[in-house]
């Protein structure tokens, strides 16, 4: 293997929080003020795809985002390939012969290719889904072996916090934890047994273009400014996630509709208690807020609800039965917008692909 290019490539899917993270307790490890609960998107149209190549002859390890290369420098992306390199295992062949030992990744330098298929840093999860696809595909690469069950959703947190959330399919509730080290803030899938299966999304693209306040600064002043944010965290979201997980369990979209329509906007309303403010939603965002609310009005129950993450684009959730009905509405008010609307999954443990 001395002169050998070693590769991996693996895909890995966005997520949409229904109860939002916002705020870090501790930057350094990245251990969130709250705990938070994701829905895993199983799409083609929003992914990220990674390849990981390892050689002893590369000079320093590199990245290419989308075909331009950027800094690996980074604290995070370092810390999360220190923590994936102290846990590599041995690879071996099929049957079973030793090819690298361990001891010898230390030799070994990456160059990581990735690209998304969607707009980046739009407020539409592509870090989520990039860090989990750099944390799998060098796990992959390395034969990662786990010492507790979840530590590879830690390492991915420290390169993003909701990329932790992305290493699983259908809901997934990230811990927010007590332990002053972060192994016990990890991310755990939901078991929905065959339930929600008729839950789809429709993403509306109302800008494509990169957002002005990252979510790492943004957090930063809303954890320094908003009273409101340390009254959602301490008051608020403990009772909403237990009344979602419940909702989750029962399959009650009602309830699920109308939590996740209040998390995002209370999310937004911290934005707007930060100081100076943060504006994510524009215009076009509120419309849809608007548009929804009219609709369910209309048709006299919650058969839509709408979630926006850091970014003006907008998620939103509704049942089978009422996707065409939804759909036809949506371009009779708003004329064209880029639909994606595609399957979610439901409870099948989806671990980002590899190949
Ligand atoms: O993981 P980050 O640093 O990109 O923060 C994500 C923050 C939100 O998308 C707004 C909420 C969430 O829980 O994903």
Same mark, same amino acid.
């Given at each position: 293997?001395?002169?050998?290019?070693?590769?991996?490539?693996?895909?890995?899917?966005?997520?949409?929080?229904?109860?939002?993270?916002?705020?870090?307790?501790?930057?350094?490890?990245?251990?969130?003020?709250?705990?938070?609960?994701?829905?895993?998107?199983?799409?083609?149209?929003?992914?990220?795809?990674?390849?990981?190549?390892?050689?002893?002859? !590369?000079?320093?390890?590199?990245?290419?985002?989308?075909?331009?290369?950027?800094?690996?420098?980074?604290?995070?992306?370092?810390?999360?390939?220190?923590?994936?390199?102290?846990?590599?295992?041995?690879?071996?062949?099929?049957?079973?012969?030793?090819?690298?030992?361990?001891?010898?990744?230390?030799?070994?330098?990456?160059?990581?290719?990735?690209?998304?298929? !969607?707009?980046?840093?739009?407020?539409?999860?592509?870090?989520?889904?990039?860090?989990?696809?750099?944390?799998?595909?060098?796990?992959?690469?390395?034969? !990662?072996?786990?010492? !507790?069950?979840?530590?590879l959703t830690t390492i991915a947190r420290q390169g993003s916090g909701s990329a932790c959330r992305s290493l699983l399919g259908g809901f997934v509730l990230w811990e927010c934890g007590i332990a002053p080290d972060g192994t016990d803030s990890i991310a755990k899938q939901m078991d929905t047994g065959d339930k929600w299966k008729h839950l789809r999304i429709v993403i509306l693209i109302v800008n494509d273009q990169q957002k002005k306040t990252s979510s790492t600064a943004g957090m930063q002043t809303s954890v320094q400014t908003s009273d409101l944010l340390k009254f959602r965290s301490k008051e608020v979201v403990p009772v909403q996630l237990s009344r979602m997980r419940d909702a989750i369990k029962e399959e009650d979209f009602t309830t699920l509709a109308t939590i996740t329509m209040q998390e995002s906007n209370q999310f937004h309303a911290c934005c707007l208690d930060t100081f100076p403010p943060i504006f994510y939603l524009t215009d076009v965002s509120k419309e849809i807020i608007q548009f929804v609310h009219d609709y369910n009005a209309k048709c006299g129950g919650t058969f839509v609800a709408y979630t926006f993450d850091a970014g003006p684009n907008a998620v939103l959730l509704t049942q089978d039965e009422n996707l065409d009905k939804l759909v036809a509405s949506l371009y009779q008010r708003f004329g064209f917008f880029p639909v994606t609307r595609e399957g979610v999954t439901s409870s099948v443990c989806e671990s980002p692909q590899s190949d």
């Open positions: 293997l001395e002169n050998e290019l070693l590769s991996v490539t693996c895909t890995a899917p966005v997520n949409i929080a229904l109860i939002k993270y916002w705020g870090k307790r501790d930057e350094e490890k990245i251990l969130p003020l709250n705990p938070s609960l994701s829905i895993t998107l199983d799409v083609d149209d929003l992914r990220t795809k990674t390849t990981v190549v390892a050689s002893k002859h !590369f000079d320093r390890d590199r990245l290419w985002l989308n075909g331009k290369e950027h800094d690996i420098s980074s604290k995070r992306m370092q810390t999360c390939i220190t923590k994936l390199r102290q846990g590599a295992g041995d690879l071996r062949s099929d049957d079973g012969t030793l090819l690298i030992a361990k001891e010898e990744w230390k030799h070994y330098r990456f160059h990581i290719i990735s690209e998304n298929n !969607f707009p980046t840093a739009a407020g539409l999860a592509s870090s989520a889904s990039g860090l989990a696809c750099f944390v799998y595909s060098i796990s992959q690469l390395l034969c !990662f072996k786990e010492t !507790f069950p979840g530590e």
